[in-house]
């Protein structure tokens, strides 16, 4: 299934590690942790990392620029919303050929106040179940007044697109011949060993990480 | 030293984990290994992963979406350079408490295309070094052409912002004595071993990597 291309969602730059497949996209989004927003007040972009959670093909986003985001977005103004995962680092013979390799999924559109409840609350578990699968049957749900305080945006994924590179450098004919190191440093990212809460009563475990 | 807080780079949300310290700042810019470029064409913003580098008060990014960016840059529009680095997931005992320990920091500013032949080379070998340093020295510089090809873009550093969230959840206090684990999952990156490029002549080594 591929994401209906539109003019401004067609990858320009280098369009051969272009991808429309859906499936792509979904992976690419489940995959990062956070995303960055970007919105428009009075014709200055401004860019916030926010998180999010995907549920089937709406992106929900909820983050610390809610009031000014929000604004924007109850008066109808589109959004970008743009997940990048960082896979190495290309290093190739030449200043020009060096690269990164990378995952990014680019999602513009108009975005949404989620102010169903019932999308809310589903919304807000995803963004708690994405992060620590399990968490939303132990913890102490939003009451009335938490649930009326946070905002939640949703956007639609009908204008996404995705951009891969993967493999080694590619490097002028020529210069393959150069004594330099040429390869790929591969980026991790690893979770580290749970800190307990300073205030933690005894007994309990952490939630075991990937 | 801070940088002058203007009306709209100044955090609205959760000002107290706001920064506008310049050293803290261009901490933050240093250690990211790639930035995410906001910039609007027919009111819809975009935002592009790039790389960056700082040289003294003045970013420099480059990256796939040269020509889109460029073009709106050469019209005057101003951009938004925004640089994250998660440090941790977390966990709280309610679901309005969860969060992420991050350092991130926020430059708005009118963009400038890099023209000056001396200032480009510059910042070429800056975007280079500070992925490796002691690499500019052993590889093959830019031709003319390669250098007339690619586009750097200048960013000034007077209204930017950082936002650092750090250390365990902050929990309403009914909620310390619920049975549910909570504190901090450390987010890190890393970098694997180097991987050769399969045309690589052999008796070379890769660049040591922390």
Not at 1 to 28: F, K, L
Not at 55 to 78: E, Q, W
Not at 96 to 108: A, C, G, K, Q
Not at 164 to 184: F, K, M, N, Q
């Amino acid at each position: 299934m591929s994401a209906p291309q539109s003019a401004r969602s067609t990858v320009r730059r280098a369009p051969h590690r272009a991808d429309y497949d859906r499936g792509v996209i979904y992976e690419v989004l489940d995959s990062a942790l956070y995303c960055h927003t970007g919105f428009v007040v009075d014709a200055q972009p401004y860019v916030i990392p926010t998180i999010h959670a995907r549920v089937g093909d709406t992106l929900y986003i909820h983050g610390s620029p809610a009031s000014r985001m929000l604004r924007v977005v109850r008066a109808g103004a589109p959004v970008c919303v743009t997940v990048t995962l960082l896979d190495g680092l290309v290093l190739a013979r030449s200043a020009f050929h060096h690269s990164m390799n990378y995952r990014s999924v680019v999602v513009l559109g108009g975005g949404r106040e989620v102010v169903d409840a019932e999308e809310k609350l589903a919304a807000f578990r995803a963004l708690v179940e994405r992060v620590v699968p399990g968490r939303w049957g132990r913890i102490r749900r939003p009451t009335t007044a938490e649930f009326a305080r946070t905002q939640v945006l949703a956007v639609g994924l009908d204008e996404s697109s995705a951009k891969i590179r993967t493999g080694p450098p590619v490097d002028d004919e020529d210069d393959y011949s150069l004594e330099v190191w040429a390869g790929v440093i591969p980026v991790e990212q690893h979770f580290g060993a749970p800190i307990d809460d300073p205030r933690l009563i005894e007994g309990l475990s952490p939630p075991s990480f990937p």
